[in-house]
């Protein structure tokens, strides 16, 4: 993130163009109403940057709780291949 912006909800209908060049420039807008931030606009492509991080960072944590649950005594353990199918089964498409 460069910089972040704050413009009132009117600008987007009359000054759209100006938004469009600050977003561009992989900055973001915070839209206000009455004063109060209401959303926060940003680039595509950095939108997706995000979400990535946010997905890798999910899976991080669930394969460090998966990691934690192996040394307890009562972990169960099954052949990579029976996992699989059992997670094919799960996902398969409709």
């Excluded at 109060?36 to 960072?57: C, P, R």
Aim: hydrophobic share 35%; net charge negative.
């Amino acid at each position: 993130m460069n910089n972040a912006y704050i413009r009132p909800v009117r600008d987007l209908r009359n000054n759209y163009a100006e938004i469009e060049k600050i977003l561009n420039e992989h900055n973001q807008v915070i839209i206000t109403k009455n004063g109060n931030g209401v959303a926060v606009l940003m680039n595509i492509e950095d939108y997706s940057e995000i979400e990535d991080f946010i997905q890798a960072k999910k899976v991080a944590k669930k394969l460090g709780e998966a990691e934690k649950e192996t040394s307890l005594p009562n972990a169960k353990w099954i052949d990579y291949e029976d996992f699989f199918n059992e997670m094919k089964e799960k996902y398969r498409e409709v």
